[in-house]
Every structure is written in C-alpha cells, then in structure tokens.
C-alpha cells in the first residue's frame, strides 16, 4: 500500500490520501473469498475486500506517519473511499486529527473538596434489607451491631469514591482553563453537533419541549448555540489538556503494556476483515451507549439484543468493557451516569432484574442505589421469550441478550413482539442489511447504529401499528399537522357545453376522450 499525500488542512486536521494496486485487491478478494461464509454478492464481496486492505494495509502507514511527523492522534481515522476497480486498486482518503500545538499554563495547585454525602439510617436499613439474609438479621445485639457498623463503613467507602469522581471532573474541568491556542474548527463543530445529539435524546426522552426549555432558562436561540458551542470548546480543552500533562511528564505506557495489549486486541480480531464499525467491538460500543442514554429511559433505546451464538460471550465482554470505559470502574459513582425517574419506574425496573426465571444470570451490572434511584448497566443472559424481562418494554439500563443460530430464528423472536419502533442492524453486508429491512416492520431503522435516527429532522420519527401512527419530525411533521385544500379555479369567460345535456352519440364519444376514467 502507497502514501500518495498527507497535509493539514489546518493545525490538528490531517488529511491523508493512500492507494492499493490491482495485485493487492486482487490478493484481498481471494482471501475474503476463501474465508468461511463468504459474501456471495460481487459488491459485498468487493466491499469485504476493501475493508480488508485498509485494515490490514493502513496500520503501518499511519505508525510511519505519526514516526515521521511527531504526531499525537487524539481521534481514529474517517475513511471515505475514492475510486475502486478490479483491473487498478483502488484509492482511499483518510480524517484524523492530531494534538494541535496548544500551550499549557499552570496544571498543579488545583483543589477541589472531596465531600461525601451525609449517610441517612434509612439508607443504612435499606443495604442491610437488600444485601443481607435473616440469618445475619437475626443476630444478637452485638450482631447487629457489628453488621450495622459494616454496612456503614461500605456506604462511606462507596460515597467516598463517588465524591472523588466528581472531584475529578472537577479538577479536569479547572485544567481545560489553562489550555490556550486554536483548536481545529471541524474538531470543534463535532464536539458541538455530538453535544447538540446529547441534548436533543435527552429532551426528547424527557418530553420537553425545547421552546418551554428556553423560556425557563431565560435564553434565547442564539444564546443557547453560543452556550453550548463554549461547552463543547470547555469539554475539548480539557481532554487536550490531559494529553498535554502526559507529554510534559513523559506520563508513557511501558513496552510491556503496550505488548499486552496488543497481544489482546489481536487474539480478539483474529479472523475478522471488516472496518472497525462492523466488528463486535464497535457494536458492543455503540449499544452501550444507547442502552445508557438516559438510564435506558428513551423510546428508541435498545431492548434487547440478538446475538448469535458463537459471538454472544465475546459480545457480552465487550459491552462490559465499554460501559466501564464511558463510566468507570464504579459505575454508580459516575457523575455522567443518569437516575430512573422516579421512585415507581425504579421499583419496577429493579423488580424485572430480579424476579427471573431459572437458568437466566446477571452477566454484570445489577447493583443499585435507591437513594440516588440508580440503577447499574445490567446485562442479563440465557434470556428467552418468554421471560418476565421480555413481557413488556423495559425503559431501563436492563438490557437481555437472547442467542441465535440462524437468521430466520433471529426475525422469528422480532416478529412475535410485533412491530417494534426501531431495529438496529449491525452488518456491512448490504444484502444482510436488505433482508432484514424487508422481513422486519418497523418504525425506523439505523444500521451500524442506534438511537440517532430519532434525532434525524431530515426524516419522519414515528411507529407503526402497536408502536405508533404517523411520524413527525422536518417536513414529514409540517405534513402530519397540515390539511392540505385541494382547490380548483376556473374562468367564467368561456362554457364548452360538451358537459351539459342534451347528449348525443357525438357528444358521449367526446366526453369520453377527455373525461378521466372514461
């Protein structure tokens, strides 16, 4: 593979352009070809061989790249590909950005309170009730006071854990202030559009209106952008200023490390040739963060997920992996991480988690804090239909995986849930993307993706049948809330008489020349 150009467009935006000969397409196609459950079609086949080139072929020319030119990419490549033919490779253009040349003022001397929340004895009565069976109950006096004092001890540990975390956040916020210098404006117009995505799910999910939202804040359209385009800026500084600290104090992985997981990821994608948003790990990713959006409290949140077999357990680590990556390792001591809404929807949700049937187990997750009313990531396994979890929709962090062997099993279990309002899809293979978009009724549906198709204005957000009637959203919505007038205007200067009797042969076959339906 060939570095034809590499420039920024500005300080931080890299732009990349590289190519494959006719040979290495060729070699990609027979080895995609000879792999088990080969895509039959020509253009996934094509497609698969593609993806393969570029991932095994772009790797050493980035690590030359960063080698060459000192570079700290702080995002994955964006891949747009530019021309393909069997007969003369193919070219692929490549986005990423790297650490723009900032400067760091001051990032030592920063103090921020670590300030546990006070422990309530309903509290304490609550984690003996859930955690503690009647035998520990039934202790003596000097038992229970023993058991009290424990169970005391672990909430202050666990509070104070939580109020380090938010101290943190604190404390990266205060550094973001000192990171000085131009950012690269479409490193920036990103924060602020995933931001505006973030905002949008949660007031949609909240149900409120975004006109009522300004008005109680006092703020006007163009206040409001201004806020949260600062918010995005705040937020990216910070993050830059965490790379900055670990330049300055050669704050580096060890060789040992870096092996290690290297080591890891290359067991995990052994035998996989597809981009990173058709492997597992970026479908692991992407669920996460839609069944934790809200705590799970939105329409379009995953309700469950269909896995085969073979991949369910590689599956099930991943999420794992991801949710403890967006939220630590104490989830529940995350400030990012939302409550339930209420006191009711929490009991519910909690009861569904706990009031399963034999044979199903709690993967991970299943902690929860009812004073707070969080619940954690919940992944819950050996799920089958007719499960109390899969009675009704869950609305919550609780998300069960069902596992599958064929396909038609898989549209088998969406199909007896009738018309659900959104189906998420992960595949690169087009021609799996149109079977399941033609066998599954739906309301809408986001391939490689979930959620965000909600947030879309450029299409219609609505149901069908048990999942809703009509859609809103842009012009589909002006639509909806319209009657259109069908209105026809005619002169009174002219009257062909050809309409009005009396009627004759001649008249009759005229009539039926230039009436419609004749």
Known sequence: MKLEHFGMAEPGDCRVVFSATAAELEEAVQAVRAAPGAAQDEDDLLTAAVNRAILEGFSPLFAQLMAEHGLQPVTDPDFELLAVNRAEGFRV?????????????????????????????????????????????????????????RVTQEIYAQRCQQARAVAEQALIAQLGTQVTGPLPKQLVAGNYFAEQRQFNLRMQANGINFDQYLKVQGQTVEEFRAWLHAEAERKLRSRMGLLLVAQREQLWPTEAEVEEELAHWDDKRDGEHTFASNDRRRAAQRIAWGKCLNSGQTCV?????????????????????????????????SPDYPHMINQKHFDMVCRLIDDRPQGTRIAFGGRRNPET??????????????????????????????????????????????????????????????????????????????????????????????????????????????????????????????????????????????????
């Open 93 to 149: 253009g490549a986005q990423f950005f790297c650490l723009p040349p900032l400067e760091l003022g001051e990032y030592t001397g920063f103090v921020q309170p670590i300030q546990p929340r006070p422990i309530r004895e309903l509290t304490i009565e609550l984690e003996i009730n859930r955690n503690h069976g009647d035998e520990d109950r039934a202790a003596d006096a000097e038992g229970r006071r023993e058991l009290r004092a």
């Open 301 to 333: 949140g995953p309700d469950y997920a269909l896995v085969h077999e073979d991949a369910a357990d590689e599956f099930v680590e991943e999420l794992q992996r991801w949710i403890h990556e967006y939220y630590g390792e104490d989830v529940l001591a």
């Open 373 to 518: 009313l969080q619940i954690e990531p919940t992944v819950v396994t050996g799920v089958s239909i007719d499960d109390p979890l899969m009675s009704q929709e869950i609305f919550g962090p609780a998300l069960p995986v069902i596992t599958w062997r064929d396909v038609d099993e898989a549209l088998d279990i969406v199909r007896s849930i009738k018309h659900p309002l959104a189906c998420y899809i992960f595949s690169e293979s087009r021609a799996f993307q149109r079977h399941i978009l033609d066998a599954v009724r739906c309301g809408g549906a986001t391939i490689n993706d979930v959620v965000i198709h909600a947030s879309s204005n450029a299409m219609g957000f609505g149901g069908v049948q048990n999942s809703g009637i009509g859609a809103y959203h842009g012009k589909v919505g002006f639509d909806a809330f319209t009657h259109y007038k069908s209105t026809m205007k005619k002169s009174t200067l002219i009257e062909t008489g050809i309409r009005n009797p009396p009627f004759n042969e001649r008249k009759m076959r005229l009539l039926k020349l230039v009436m419609p339906g004749k």
